[in-house]
């Protein structure tokens, strides 16, 4: 029997806080009136919003030194489907989870997908991995998958990322992910010009395989597991492969995937100009891809994305409506935790963005004035949009706070019989 968290407890823990709330809500409510702003409208957009939760995201992550299991670990997907729906249950806003193949893969795609049913879940994008040799592969990736120089090794991660689209049927995922680790450690290793060409020509073949209804999303990456140079370094190699493959290629943007101080939200609006903005992996970073909890150390930057995706909604732009999704490792936390939270960052930077006025902001921009223009996206972010999140949590039936929650429940214990620790640690992000 799947352990759920209780209606009961959540009610329970809920009716604590429900006063508070209201008093917060009511308080939030008329500050944004004096703005013509209608506190329902924001909470409803905040409702309706949904980021996916990573699968390989609800095991403890590591790191090449190592990796130290958490308690109640999730074996399999099944397990990993279980502690996603305890993230919906209390967050009512991840309902959408994206598997990794062959990390995720099972016998019976059908079995999997009438248990993702039972849980209120549903398939987001699935990513394929051809960063590893499975056991006895006979072509290595070793120096590359779709930009390979030996066919042998190129055909095979075509067929296996045809293969992820013949799952994600089953599962009814409507887009595939393409992160290749392809790349060169030393000057003069690679021909740039030709593994980009390999690179071209096998996703051309793997677009063909996609149903008229799918997206192929494309994700760059500066370095690692290459550290000279890679085929999809940045968002210039990625659009351009984007445009050479057609209209169902479009760009995904790890925020990880950038070199410290990159302008990502800039890279954001190039992509919706040119209707070439497929999705997100949200997560934080200082150094490298550290795969960090989204907002946990750039904030504002967050916000500033969600600023360019709120003015391309009120633009109404052709061509818009990107995947929102974390990607994240979580080394030293509880990752229903760390999920939790970080899709709630997310989703606080959404709603903070709603909030900029943007009639102000184009009058601003128009007249140069640089600190009004500044002011009015600061003042949007300085609100405290906390009432909103943990209200429309309310109205969904979630907890208004989903950690105290959670802790309150004992989820870990509650299920420790039922999943014995492996004990062994290892290394590795997953
Ligand atoms: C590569 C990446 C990619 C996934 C992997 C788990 O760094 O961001 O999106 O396939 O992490
Ligand atoms: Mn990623």
Known sequence: MTQRID????AEQNAKLEGFLQEDYAALGN????????????????????????????GT??????????K????????????????????QCTERVSPHFPWDKVDDFT??????DALGLKWDSINSNTFQDQPNQEHSFKYGSLSNTSEASRE???????????????LGSKTLTVWVGDGSNHPGQQHFQSAFERYLNSMKKIYAGLPNDWEMHIEHKMFEPAFYSTVIQDWGSNILAAMELGDQAKSLVDLGHHAPNVNIEMIVSRLIQFKKLGGFHFNDSKYG????????????????IFNELVDAEYRNQEGFKPNYMLDQSHNVTDPIESLMNSAASVQRSYVSALLVDRSKLTEYQTNNDALMASNTLKNAFNIDVTPILAMARLQKGGAIDPIATYRKADYRTNIAAKRPSSGVSGSGIV
Do not use: M
């Not at 209606?7 to 959540?10: A, D, N, P, Q």
């Not at 409208?41 to 905040?46: D, G, L, S």
């Open 156 to 170: 095979l991660a075509i067929q296996h990322n045809l293969d992820c689209i013949e799952w994600g049927k089953i």
């Open 72 to 91: 109640s670990e999730p074996r399999n997907i099944f397990e990993k489907l279980e502690d996603c729906a305890v993230i919906n249950d209390l967050s």
């Open 7 to 10: 209606k009961s407890l959540i």
């Open 31 to 58: 500050k944004l009136a004096r703005d013509n702003i209608n506190i329902e409208e924001i909470t409803a957009k905040a409702a309706a919003f949904q980021i996916a939760v990573p699968s390989w995201g609800t």
């Open 61 to 70: 992550g590591g790191t090449r030194f190592a990796r130290f299991p958490g």
């Open 111 to 116: 079995e999997l997908k009438q248990t993702s």
């Open 289 to 304: 891809d550290d795969d960090l909890d989204s907002g946990s150390l750039h904030p504002y930057q967050q916000f500033l």
